[in-house]
């Protein structure tokens, strides 16, 4: 079976977020099947700026990190009926034309409120496909997820963790069955 490199990138710098936490179960779903590695690019260990003035090099390590990737999952918060700045300039980085040209991108979004992340998801669902990425159907929305998550960051919710963790499934089987020859 082909080895799998997967980028996972976290959508929020905030100390203790529920992004990341929602991530780490999707993570943690690929990292138990053979033959994937995960690459988590945290922005809050970046120095990411705005278009125009962005580091050339920091440019050219995400760069190079997703043009090594079998595939990229994208997670975000939902601020205000879209997806956060930060997944956004991490977009930015990946040039033009982008290197999330012709990937399979997963999408994954939290939301406080009762119907999730759903218009972040549209949102940031549009923009992949603009710029090329495969964007995989499945996205998955976590709801009130401040209640769905412990102070140590595990999930509490069977369904939702159900959910997360089918998304890795999804990405994994999409790849294996149209990217990789086994």
């Known amino acids: ?17 529920a992004t990341a936490k929602a991530l780490a179960v999707t993570v943690d779903e690929l990292r138990q099947v ?13 120095d990411l700026r705005t278009p125009g003035t ?10 190079e990190k997703v043009i090594a990737a079998t595939g990229v999952i994208l997670s975000t918060p939902e601020y205000h009926g879209s997806y956060s ?21 997963a999408l994954l979004g939290v939301a406080a409120g009762a119907i999730g992340a759903v218009k972040s998801l549209e949102h940031l669902r549009s923009v992949c496909s603009h710029i090329g990425a495969i964007v ?9 997820v401040h209640k769905v998550f412990d102070a140590e960051g595990n ?10 963790r089918r998304l890795a499934s999804d990405l994994n089987d999409y790849i294996r069955r149209h990217h990789c020859s086994t």
């Open 34 to 46: 053979g033959g994937i590695e995960v690459d988590v690019v945290d922005p809050a260990d970046l």
């Open 136 to 144: 995989l159907p499945g996205s998955v929305s976590v709801a009130r």
């Open 54 to 63: 962005q580091d050339p090099e920091l440019e050219k390590v995400l760069q």
């Open 85 to 105: 700045s930060v997944i956004k300039l991490l977009i930015e980085h990946l040039g033009y034309p982008s290197m999330l040209s012709g990937k399979p991108v």
């Open 155 to 164: 999930c509490v919710d069977p369904g939702v963790e159900k959910r997360l």
């Open 1 to 17: 079976m082909a080895n799998l490199q997967i980028v996972a990138m976290i959508g929020s710098r905030r100390p203790g977020n």
